[in-house]
Nanobody
């Protein structure tokens, strides 16, 4: 049984930093995509950052240069380092895994849409005040 458990959310002021963690258990795929998504009230779930089993990363334009996704395979943990936080980053953040990825399209890529992500954590709330 695959389980993803997020932690590290909280309330910070604009310009602050947080590091989210996601501990993964029961997941034994050698090739995969993992990602962080977020969802603000009244908005659609948005892909923030992804990483594949080889360590290749991708980011939505709004967080490039501020957020960093990483993984520690020895600890079965996915991270999202968030710096220079803005009020518009306020959302529930979800960790997710896609055992079918990455996908080939001129190179191998992980998607930043929810399609294909079969496993989801419960989420951790991030609130950024101005």
């Amino acid at each position: 049984q695959v389980q993803l458990v997020e932690s590290g959310g909280g309330s910070v002021q604009s310009g602050g930093s947080l590091r989210l963690s996601c501990v993964v258990s029961g997941y034994t795929y050698s090739k995969y995509c993992m990602a962080w998504f977020r969802q603000a009230p009244g908005k659609e779930r948005e892909g923030v950052a992804s990483i594949d089993s080889d360590g290749s990363t991708s980011y939505v334009d709004s967080v490039k240069g501020r957020f960093t996704i990483s993984q520690d395979n020895a600890k079965n943990t996915l991270y999202l380092q968030m710096n220079s936080l803005k009020p518009e980053d306020t959302a529930m953040y979800y960790c997710t895994a896609d055992p079918e990825g990455p996908y080939y399209s001129g190179g191998y890529y992980c998607l930043l849409t929810p399609v294909g992500y079969d496993y989801w954590g419960q989420g951790t709330q991030v609130t950024v005040s101005s």
